[in-house]
């Protein structure tokens, strides 16, 4: 039950600081990527969708905070089992784009790097895989 305690502090500091403050963005974040890891997913593309612009107008698109929260928002698409395929384009394209801000900003050595790129490759296999199983399909 800690992503009630979760929601609660978002709730909190939404009430403290508003919504596009950089402790409520975070703890937006640690939310939404706690919904995701309960496979809430519908629950946290929601409030990723409602996080993420803010994230990158307050704190910029080459934030860390921003960049692992469009990652966890990208992974939140396509580990759904009931992602559409527009849901699984824009989990690829929304990595093919962070992918080399994170390498820029943190470099090929950061240990996240690699799962970045594995989640990338991840996602177009789920985007390949539906796409298939739609043509066949039709």
Known sequence: HGHRFLQHRLDFLV??????????????????????????????KELFRKTLPAARRVLGETNILTLRMLWSYARTLYLDARATLDDLREAVETLEAIAPLWKRVLGESHPETPAILRALKEARKALAARAASSSSAA
């Open 15 to 44: 009430a403290l600081y508003g919504t596009e403050h950089a402790e409520t963005l975070s703890a937006a974040a640690n939310y939404a990527m706690t919904l995701k890891d309960l496979e809430r997913f519908e629950e946290a």
